[in-house]
């Protein structure tokens, strides 16, 4: 007889796990904004098995709203627990010469990818973020098609973080810190005295990446980071294109770097 | 020098009005099933000068996912306000022979469409409500085509009230209680002793209705309303089918009846 | 046979009003600081009954976590649905050489007290607010005593609005503006066209109204409007003492003024 | 240069850590239940260094409201960011003779302490919950004393898990279970194929223990387990008294058994 689980809660079963094992299913709606920060702060995120590649500062500000599901599915019977939406941050780095993206930060609005965030090694808080949906039919939001026009916000512990806002112009390819691999440090820290925290580097395996139509038109983007100067010092000194396309991937496992 | 506005709050320039005088405009995704309830129980909720109509007993539950803004479309630019949810019932009803729908009961997730809903005579309350979306790419959602399959679920102050499913088979019409027009008692307290509360009969003018390709399919749906018998006497005695579709309409003012 | 009911959802019974009838039973913690506004500016948010008074530009900024009932209590058995959080703003006034205190903005984060609000003429509309709690242990929040410290902030869609410290120096009489009689005008918009809003000016009657001991100490507030030039008109222009206290009230119904 | 920080996201300075390094202080209301589980039930949640020890079925609902603040006490600036509730389970148990209890399950309403917990070892989840908190002044609310009444719910996903009633009549010593040390397993899942899970037995070490005064009562649980066979496997066989205390600790540590 053992306590058995994913993860915690442990359990006789394992079936109070409170995450369910991988691999784990995304489809959502992206709106992304291109950008670049200093090289030089970009390159203090990065851990010293990286490199920040062919185009230093490359950065980009992601906006999603997801739905998710374990490999039965059974979480699409209750959307009170398989939706949630996320910011994140992208930088351009290289390991050993392959192209990557680097997730400094990362929020979402539910607890259950937040931890699972932490499983892989990206840096998920918990934050309140909102998006503008394409819609079908009326004047209460853009269509995916030239002229839509999309915004969003991401707000922590009642302060505004980021904003962003895309209006769409024609059809693209899918943007490049959008079709890399993540490299992040899953790192947990220690409790006991005198032990070490959990720490790897890693890169992210997906498999079944979709995107819808691709669009791209003009971007803006905020960063408001109050009193958090590392997280001010990825301010956009240039922002460039922005886009808005439907996405899915399929999240199975870690690799480990180095 | 006076303090004007649409609503409360009244202010010197009418600019803190929480809510924007109409037209209102609402693009969403329903998500609907009908049902039949007892017709002596759906009489029991019409006002005098409504009649069952003749189809006594129809009724539908009714999820919606909505995106709204104002003449000016300025909410759009802050999703964090222009997006709500809500569930509803309706019951088939006529008025001097007119075909309409009463809404007995509704809930939305968010103020400002609640404090509009009582406005119109719309009876909103706050409810947790949480929808399924469809899909473009990827295995974590329905596409809104033959085999998908949506799922809803109201909760009120944490106690689960109400859940439909809805898979889908087929292209079909928009759906009857969809498509006529709601009839409301819009009913405001007295607050100053001896004095009577406001109270009309009002239908809902809209216009520019708009729906998507409407799917049809098989439905399910259960009410579990605690301790509120008049809500549970509006429980199914035969579900029907089941719809996803599209959905947009301006709404613009009240019509008095009687 | 009639449909009934204090408020929306009328129904057979009258059991599915989403507000009971009053009196309605409050007790709270309040977090309060006194501050001057730009007299001018306070006039514009008064109607033509009201005066300044002797105090002209006296204003407070008040935070309140309460919890509440009806006349059976029957709410305190469901935690979920009695307590609630409040930020007003008020400003010092008199009716035919009454003191009274004017509520030109209020937030609370839950539907019913907001609803509740509307009934009486309180412009509540719906916020995220957070007050410090005292502790009566430990080391994780004040006391209610000399140099216990509390703040307390509000978000509005995402937004920090206001915020406020208090840090307790010694035991005070109760603050004049939370001792006077609320004066507002019940608003509630007209939705047929050609018909007038209701409009009325009520002071609020209240009855058992209680305060534990008082402490007062030094005062900070910050209003950060955003957009609305109305509410940043009322913006301090001198900030005066804070104060924390134990209150609780029933209010009964309102008085016609004028 | 190394990206530092005591937990997820790493930064350059650290300052972006999520997660504050312990200690961490915490004050509170407890409002707690004794009840009495199935032996065979609660041997099933041990991991094979614990025993049941000499009261086998002993176990315990506690609901808590906290605050809580790091060693410099910024958190208690900001109320958005330092209160959370919480409910969790207690089995008593026993390592090598002394008396712990267990953590089988623990839910919390805000995302640090639920991620703070993993580090522990506790196994949190995300839930609603809700309490009464004792007042004051006024009728909205029960005093710290006998006839107080307070009540307590828990739920996940907008379904109701857990409630709680208690019902206060005379001061008592602190209840066992609330005063002896937790041991939790530390569990954190692998990601890269091959890899195992980190894994430990801890006890946590806490100081500054402090219990305000104690009240007893009568005592009422009910467990709604919803789907999970385990979690409803620890439903009450029988309920024993009810307390309601202030509480106060500092959480530093781990020790490892075993």
Redesign the interface.
């Known amino acids: ?3 058995t ?9 394992g ?2 796990s ?2 369910t ?1 991988p691999p784990w ?4 709606e992206v709106v992304m904004v291109d950008y670049r920060v200093d090289p030089a702060a970009a390159a ?5 098995e990286l490199e920040l590649g062919p185009d230093p500062g490359a950065a980009a500000a992601v906006f999603a709203e ?4 374990s490999e039965s ?1 059974a979480e ?8 949630f939406s996320e910011f994140l941050i992208l930088l351009g780095c290289s390991f050993g010469g392959e192209p990557m993206a680097r997730c ?3 929020w979402v609005d ?3 990818p ?2 699972r ?10 934050g ?1 973020v ?4 394409p ?8 269509r995916m098609a030239a002229g839509g ?1 999309f ?3 991401l ?1 922590v ?4 973080v980021a904003e962003v ?1 895309v209006t769409l112009a024609e059809p693209a390819e899918p943007p490049h810190l959008h079709a890399v691999p993540l490299v992040h ?5 220690a ?3 005198g032990e070490k925290p ?1 720490h ?1 580097l ?1 890169a992210s395996e997906v498999r ?1 990446v ?3 139509p691709v669009w791209r038109g003009s971007g803006a983007f905020r960063l408001l980071p109050g009193a ?4 001010a ?1 990825l301010a956009p000194v240039e922002v460039g294109a922005g886009y808005a396309f ?5 999240l199975v ?4 770097l180095g």
């Open positions: 007889m053992t306590l689980g994913y993860s915690l809660p442990l359990s006789p079963s079936s109070s409170s995450l094992s299913y995304f489809s959502g203090r995120f990065l851990p010293p997801w739905q998710w599901c599915g699409l019977e209750d959307p009170a627990g398989s939706r400094p930060y990362a539910q607890a259950v937040l931890m965030g932490w499983v892989q090694g990206m840096p998920k808080q918990f309140s909102h998006l503008t949906r819609v079908q039919v009326g004047r209460a939001g853009p026009r915004s969003a916000s707000a512990r009642d302060h505004r806002a440090n899953r790192h947990f820290p409790w006991v005295p959990l790897q890693v079944d979709e995107f819808g958090d100067e590392d997280l010092s439907s996405y899915a991937e399929t496992s870690g690799r480990r």
